[in-house]
């Protein structure tokens, strides 16, 4: 059984940062492309971050461009996403998911984790 388990969500600052946690078990994880989601209230899941089965190339989307940094570990199969500079609207509940190819539409990937909560106060 496949899971994906985020962590490290909480109550920040505007400009301030959080780093976020995806745990990975039940999958060959060093295979898979895996991928930050955010969904805000009332709003529509969006990319955020991709880093291929390797670690050698990133994704992001432009409104996190230059704050975001995707990182992975297939030692441990855990994947990070260290948030720099957050900004009010970057509140959002956020999911990793996995998927075979890197891809920035929620329909390609296979697994998806519950999503961790991020408030950014003004």
């Known amino acids: 059984q496949v899971q994906l388990v985020e962590s490290g969500g909480g109550l920040v600052q505007a400009g301030g940062s959080l780093r976020l946690s995806c745990a990975a078990s039940?999958?060959?994880?060093?295979?898979?492309?895996m991928a930050w989601f955010r969904q805000a209230a009332g709003k529509k899941r969006e990319f955020v971050a991709a880093i291929n089965w390797r670690g050698s190339t990133t994704d992001y989307a432009d409104s996190v461009k230059g704050r975001f940094t995707n990182s992975r570990d297939n030692a441990k199969n855990t994947v990070d996403l260290q948030m720099n500079s957050l900004k009010p609207e970057d509140t959002a509940d956020y999911y990793c998911a996995a998927a075979y190819l890197s891809s920035r539409f929620r329909n390609a990937y296979d697994y998806w984790g519950q999503g961790t909560q991020v408030t950014v106060s003004s």
């Open positions: 039940g999958l060959s994880f060093s295979s898979y492309t």
